[in-house]
């Protein structure tokens, strides 16, 4: 089988990172990928929104260097949660990302001014280990 998945799109909130009882840094975020379909003579955007899990050293460096709005791309795997509640099944589809690369949005001067600290390279891939 194969599972593989790459998004690009932009940050719809500031990453969350959270620590496992092991010490584990786990990272979420959340995108938007918009795409155009066409309908009849007519082009419409659509947006998917979608949630994303890092882990390692990845989560902590997205957690450091990337904000709402920022651009990337997510490249990893598609990931189904199952779960009961009030007695219904529910479920939801993540991406656990392997990778995630920080893309320019219009601005190219490598200083990140509103937050105050350098940018990554343009185009810099965050390895998770």
Same mark, same amino acid.
């Given at each position: 089988?194969?599972?593989?998945?790459?998004? &690009?799109?932009?940050? #719809? @909130?500031?990453? !969350?990172?959270?620590?496992?009882?092991?010490? #584990?840094?786990? *990272?979420? &975020?959340?995108?938007?990928?918009?795409?155009?379909?066409?309908?009849?003579?007519?082009?419409?955007? %659509?947006?998917?929104?979608?949630?994303?899990? #890092?882990?390692?050293?990845?989560?902590?460096?997205?957690?450091?260097?990337?904000? @709402?709005?920022?651009?990337?791309?997510?490249e990893g795997r598609l990931k %189904?949660?199952?779960?009961?509640?009030?007695?219904?099944?529910?479920?939801?589809? !993540?991406?656990?990302?392997?990778?995630? #690369?920080?893309?320019?949005?219009?601005?190219?001067?490598? !200083?990140?001014?509103?937050? *105050?600290?350098?940018?990554?390279? !343009?185009?810099?891939?965050?390895?998770?280990?």
């Amino acid at each position: 089988m194969f599972n593989r998945i790459i998004l &690009i799109g932009n940050l #719809t @909130k500031d990453p !969350e990172l959270r620590y496992t009882p092991q010490g #584990t840094p786990v *990272g979420n &975020i959340r995108i938007a990928v918009n795409s155009r379909v066409r309908q009849g003579d007519e082009y419409k955007d %659509e947006v998917l929104f979608i949630n994303a899990v #890092t882990f390692g050293r990845l989560a902590e460096n997205i957690n450091q260097y990337l904000v @709402k709005g920022k651009r990337v791309l997510v490249e990893g795997r598609l990931k %189904e949660n199952v779960w009961e509640h009030e007695g219904q099944q529910k479920r939801k589809f !993540e991406v656990v990302a392997n990778t995630v #690369t920080f893309l320019p949005k219009g601005n190219s001067s490598g !200083e990140n001014a509103s937050e *105050g600290f350098p940018a990554p390279d !343009e185009g810099a891939e965050l390895e998770p280990f």
